[in-house]
């Protein structure tokens, strides 16, 4: 059953040079339960890619339909409940916030403080990605690969149908990157969705499919 959709997408930025095509008429369909991996040379809107299946970036022309919605019909709220409920993200940077502790940064999808519904299953997360014990630490007193395993639990924590990986092993040493690759190939066999962005081949094993996405086009 197809759960992402894009047909006919482009993404054209304007800059001092002239036009810009991140995306170029670009037409995917991607299957519940599917995990792909999208590769490409810098530039070929890879990043543009995922951030449109997400939500986070409207297409300039074409259709994206994600779990039966037609993403960007929604309004900018539906659109931000929509991809808090369905879409977990993970990204080469982390993104973490630095003066929260792991716990705090796990829990953000459900709001701040540690009080919240979602503790249990932020620990249960934890202590499954080897982070018990870490739960009180800042990022800044993390390893890389620590720092990227917070940055998954707080992806899973809502329990998304997808999730987006934006070069998520990019900082990473090989054992790290075998690592967060098996825990998104987790998600994956547990019935998830997975789009990963990676230039290495560690997550062939696991996909299903590879798109070559090249100055905007998929091959």
């Known amino acids: 059953m197809e759960i992402i959709s894009l047909e006919n997408v482009s ?11 991140a995306l170029d008429g670009i037409s995917i369909q991607v299957n519940e339960g599917e995990f792909v991996v999208v590769r490409g040379p810098s530039g070929s809107g890879k990043t543009t890619l995922l951030l449109t299946i997400g939500g986070m970036l409207r297409p300039t022309s074409g259709k994206v339909s994600v779990d039966g919605k037609d993403l960007y019909a929604l309004s900018v709220r539906d659109r931000a409940k929509f991809r808090a409920e369905k879409v977990g993200f993970v990204f080469q940077m982390f993104h973490l ?52 395993r917070t940055a998954i639990g707080r992806a899973l924590l809502n329990r998304p149908k997808i999730v987006l990986a934006d070069e998520p092993t990019g900082n990473l040493d090989p054992e790290n990157t075998n690592e967060v690759i098996s825990y998104l190939s987790e998600f994956h066999q547990s019935g998830g969705t997975l789009i990963v962005v990676t230039h290495g081949a560690i997550a062939d094993q696991y996909a299903d499919r590879i798109i070559h996405l090249k100055t905007g086009l998929a091959e």
């Open 97 to 148: 916030v630095p003066y929260l502790n792991v716990l705090e940064n796990v829990l953000l999808p459900s709001g701040v403080g540690a009080d919240r519904a979602g503790k249990p299953e932020a620990m249960k997360l934890l202590e499954r990605f080897g982070m018990s014990g870490r739960e009180t630490h800042k990022p800044a007193e993390l390893s890389a690969g620590e720092r990227q």
């Open 11 to 21: 993404r054209i930025y304007q800059t001092k040079r002239g036009e810009v095509r």
